[in-house]
């Protein structure tokens, strides 16, 4: 049995002199269950775009996102929900102690520092400044940097596959600082 694809046309709509489009997005509820919602997403201006065939081309590029499913569900959703909300009931399906260790390194050293940024807006550039900073702050290990890094790469991974972020993972550039107390091999 296959599943139908639903294709949205959009309804556009002038409202305070502005040129509006109303659709439906899949909504994830905190039971996990999916719900439609009906938003609206503007446009331009009615200054900029006098007529509706003038208009007409944003709303079929802004429509062909959508229906194409380059669309974030959640357009606004800042990182720390999606991990609070989406990341970390996932994480109940991981051994206890890798969930453990995950939700440990989120509270202590991510959570606070750039759990407030919206996922969409995140940057490569971000990572690195966090990383410095708990450097600076904690006399940790490089390993124990490196795996800070690590849960921050999951968690962007994990977003990629569930649609909420689109780019290239934004970790995969960001440095370990210098400043990182390295750990001497011993010999025994």
């Known amino acids: 049995m296959t599943k139908t694809v639903r294709y949205q046309e959009g309804y556009l709509y002038v409202h ?4 509006y489009v109303r659709y439906r997005e899949r909504v994830r509820k ?16 009615v200054a900029d775009y006098p007529c509706e065939s003038q208009i007409k081309p944003l709303l079929a590029e802004f429509m062909c996102n959508l229906n194409a499913g380059n669309f974030t569900p959640e357009p606004g959703i800042t990182l720390g929900e999606f991990v609070e909300r989406i990341y970390l009931p996932y994480l109940n399906e991981k051994r206890a102690s890798t969930k453990k260790g995950y939700e ?7 959570s606070e520092r750039v759990g407030e940024i919206q996922l969409r807006k995140f940057r490569t550039v971000n990572a690195s ?8 702050e904690n006399d940790l290990s490089k390993t124990t940097l490196q795996h800070i890094k690590g849960v921050l790469s999951g968690i962007f991974t994990y977003a990629r596959n569930e649609g909420a972020f689109d ?6 550039g960001a440095r370990i600082p210098n400043n990182a107390r390295q750990v001497r091999e011993r010999c025994w």
């Open 167 to 172: 780019d290239a993972n934004p970790i995969q």
């Open 129 to 136: 400044r966090m990383l410095k900073a708990i450097a600076d």
């Open 30 to 45: 905190e039971d996990g269950s999916i719900k439609l919602k009906q938003r609206a997403a503007r446009l331009g201006s």
């Open 16 to 19: 305070h002199q502005a040129w």
């Open 104 to 110: 440990e390194i989120w509270n202590n050293h991510i």
